[in-house]
């Protein structure tokens, strides 16, 4: 009993043992406990949508060695008298420890937090990946950058002169590259407010093409032409754009005009013709056909329809039969698309009276080159 009453270092030997038993089973507690409640946690998370709550447990799960040991060591500490100097020094050990450690937990929640919601909102768009990956670094930068302040203070340095100095910097920096730092969040507000996809096509001022591939600074689009367009993400935000790509379907509107000479009874059919045409076809609204005026040389009809897909391929296809299928029955009715013609009179004084009409004028009819027919 009188070895542990030996005093060694300022302290007896029991006092030492007693306190490096009590690090050792605190470490060794923690170190057993710790990942037991983690599991257990982490099981409970799995069976509900919340991200935040998987985030905490990726980021204990992080949890290292070096804590449970700096841990033990504190506590145990506790049960000896050690030097101011010393003590000093253990407090800023244990603060460094316990900052790094938290900075990790920071870095392995945040990134555990960013994966989830890749994975829950935008698992099948590759653009986004880019984008996360810039959030995760400049994220993880972030959170280093401040646990290293925290240190530096923590070992009595003056951090504020330092952060001044990083700001006039980071401003300098910012005017220098505000250009690109524009495109850049740009990029991240197209990439998760999506107005337009990788294929969409887009009208865009006078140009039109389809999005080939969405970057951090430049959005890159393939003209119809086949030559590559390429817009800053910037000035393509501040462009009035028209996406036909979410285009749910497309509106036909079109006239034709049949001659006056028709009967007015077929006039009247006719619409009805229309309607029986175009929704024979299986992707097709009708909307309305209607005999809209007399105009200076046909009988003039309007129609308007939809076809509810909206590939263009098919739009055309659509509007192909439908036309020809007009001119059939039209044709099978006797009635005749009118073209532009005029009627010329002449008056002749000298003409016999044979040649003359009823009031001494000849007609004529002639097309719209001028021949007469």
């Not at 919340?50 to 204990?60: M, P, T």
């Not at 294929?199 to 951090?216: N, R, W």
């Not at 028709?262 to 024979?280: G, H, K, M």
């Not at 009715?333 to 016999?352: C, H, I, M, N, S």
């Amino acid at each position: 009993m009188d070895v542990l009453r030996q005093v060694v270092f300022g302290n007896e030997v029991g006092a030492w043992l007693i306190a490096i038993g009590v690090g050792f089973g605190t470490a060794g507690a923690l170190r057993i406990l710790l990942p037991a409640a983690i599991r257990r946690v982490g099981r409970l998370a799995k069976d509900t949508r919340n991200q935040i709550d998987d985030a905490i447990v990726a980021a204990a799960g992080a949890t290292r060695g070096f804590f449970y040991l700096v841990a033990g060591a504190y506590v145990g500490l506790r049960f000896i008298e050690a030097p101011a100097a010393i003590e000093g020094i253990l407090n800023e050990v244990v603060a460094t420890a316990v900052l790094l450690q938290m900075a990790i937990w920071g870095v392995c929640g945040f990134r555990a937090l960013l994966d989830g919601m890749r994975h829950e909102r935008y698992a099948d768009d590759p653009e986004v990946a880019t984008s996360f990956h810039l959030i995760r670094v400049v994220g993880t930068a972030a959170i280093w950058f401040l646990a290293l302040l925290f240190v530096l203070q923590a070992w009595g340095i003056n951090v504020t002169a330092l952060v001044t100095g990083l700001g006039i910097t980071g401003i300098a920096v910012a005017l220098a590259v505000q250009s690109i730092l524009a495109d850049l969040f740009a990029s991240l507000s197209i990439i998760f407010d999506k107005p337009f996809l990788v294929g969409d096509f887009l009208a865009i001022d006078d140009y039109l093409g389809a999005v080939e591939k969405i970057g951090l600074k430049t959005t890159q689009l393939r003209s119809m032409s086949g030559e590559q367009l390429v817009f800053s993400n910037s000035d393509l935000l501040k462009s009035r754009i028209r996406n036909y790509g979410r285009m749910a379907h497309r509106r036909v509107a079109f006239g034709f005009g049949i001659v006056y000479e028709t009967n007015p009874d077929l006039v009247a059919r006719i619409p009805t013709w229309v309607r029986e045409i175009i929704e024979t076809e299986e992707v097709t609204r009708f909307d309305r056909c209607h005999f809209k005026r007399l105009g200076d040389w046909a009988l003039e009809f309007e129609t308007v329809y939809f076809v509810v897909v909206p590939d263009y391929a098919v739009f055309m296809d659509v509007q192909q039969r439908v036309n020809l299928a007009l001119m059939r029955r039209l044709g099978e009715a006797g009635v005749d698309f009118a073209y532009p013609t005029q009627l010329q009179y002449e008056r002749r004084l000298d003409a016999p009276p044979a040649e003359r009409g009823s009031d001494g004028v000849r007609s004529s009819a002639v097309d719209a080159s001028g021949d007469q027919v």
